[in-house]
């Protein structure tokens, strides 16, 4: 199960997920381009949220594996920024991922069983000029990842997330100035902005068995822009 599954990161996973044999339903307000099934959910509404997922349960009879990708970016001054943008950002990609994971994780405990995976970023690391509340919903990404991680061990479900550094997608597109790609490009020690495709090897690995003694870590994909 993806969410926020329709553009992105989340899609090149899906697209190889499902390259590999593997079910994808993915819950996106956006139809996807590649999945198994497609949700119209908002991640925000606790209600659609916990419907959708009780649906999967019922229909599929389990949920192995999930990547709560949601998220929004914007770029403002601290402040000029409006309570409403702040919000937007924090219910979208903080918000969002808590009522994901609230609500499968009474069914994955009860099978024991489960692979939980939260796409954070370097950004909640080391801070976003012009994008504290993007930073902050990252940094409370990986804080409830580790808390969850403390709670599920027990169960044998592990929760792990991904700090992406700089990525091709349509938020870096939309967000930056002609010029930004190059100047980031310049600070990656690797010389180049990444690619949704580079994610996707970590992505894969956290929701694969090789990982089943790795739990409430976060594992920074970003060509040496960080090293935390």
């Not at 198994?36 to 991640?43: A, I, K, R, T």
């Not at 994008?131 to 940094?139: D, N, Q, R």
């Amino acid at each position: 199960m993806i969410t926020g599954g329709a553009g992105g990161i989340a899609t090149a996973i899906a697209e190889e997920l499902i390259a590999r044999g593997d079910r994808v339903v993915v819950f996106d307000r956006t139809e996807p381009r590649v999945a198994s099934s497609w949700e119209n959910v908002d991640v925000t509404d606790e209600a659609r949220v916990e419907a959708a997922v009780a649906h999967e349960w019922k229909v599929n009879g389990s949920i192995d594996g999930v990547l709560c990708a949601a998220g929004v970016v914007s770029e403002s001054p601290l402040a000029d920024m409006t309570l409403a943008e702040w919000r937007r950002v924090l219910d979208i990609s903080l918000t969002g991922t808590f009522l994901t994971l609230r609500a499968v994780l009474p069914g994955m405990i009860a099978a024991k069983r489960g692979k939980i995976v939260a796409l954070s970023s370097g950004y909640g690391r080391k801070g976003y000029r012009f994008g504290a509340h993007y930073a902050a919903a990252k940094a409370g990404i990986e804080a409830l990842v580790k808390s969850t991680a403390l709670e599920t061990a027990p169960h044998g479900i592990t929760v792990n997330a991904i700090a992406p550094g700089p990525i091709e997608t349509p938020f870096l597109d939309h967000e930056t100035d002609p010029m930004r790609y190059e100047r980031t490009a310049q600070m990656i020690p690797m010389g180049r902005i990444g690619t949704p495709a580079d994610v996707v090897g970590a992505a894969l690995f956290f929701l694969d068995p090789g990982s089943d003694y790795i739990t409430g870590q976060v594992l920074h994909v970003n060509g040496g822009f960080l090293m935390p």
